[in-house]
């Protein structure tokens, strides 16, 4: 139905993930002009967008627009695309969060994305990321749920 702003959405995220971006943008585009009210779910495939094409302030605004904050990828997008602009401690407390909604997460990342169907140069692209950050000294990690606000920890933690 050309007229469902939502069924267009969801198309062009599924055209997103397999990095169709010819397909997947119009309708991304043409979905949050009719209704910008639309679910920020969406802005998944402008994340992937910008990321793939490396604008990463523009990968990381969107990911940031995503705000679902207890669903395991918009914490993923918000970490790989701070990773690649080299913000390292705000990566590490993101995959801190990560963890804390979706436990074990970066260890079956890759499975669980290519079991979305998100197109292998986009998974690897993220894994590179992700790596980049684990590989990179940590500082300082946040315990949201404990209630201590910056704690010191060893470096390869």
């Known amino acids: 139905n050309p007229n469902d702003d939502e069924i267009m959405a969801d198309l062009g995220l599924r055209h997103a993930v397999r990095m169709e971006w010819d397909e997947a943008l119009p309708l991304i585009e043409l979905a949050y002009r009719r209704n ?3 679910t920020s779910t969406y802005r998944v495939a402008l994340f ?3 990321f ?3 604008r990463y302030q523009q990968a990381l605004r969107e990911a940031q ?6 669903v395991a990828y918009s914490h993923l997008a918000i970490a790989a ?3 690649e602009l080299g913000q390292f401690d705000e990566a590490w ?3 801190d969060e990560l963890d804390q909604v979706s436990p074990g997460y970066v260890s079956r990342m890759e499975s669980d994305l290519a079991i979305r169907n998100v197109h292998s140069d986009m998974v690897a692209a ?3 990321a992700i790596d980049k950050v684990q590989s990179h000294p940590r500082k300082t990690s946040r315990r949201l749920h404990e209630g201590v606000a910056l704690l010191p920890v060893a470096a390869g933690n």
């Open 65 to 70: 627009s995503i705000g679902a904050r207890m």
């Open 81 to 83: 695309a701070q990773a």
């Open 126 to 128: 993220l894994r590179s």
């Open 36 to 38: 910008p009210y639309q």
């Open 93 to 95: 407390r993101t995959l």
């Open 48 to 50: 992937l967008y910008h």
């Open 52 to 54: 793939a094409h490396g």
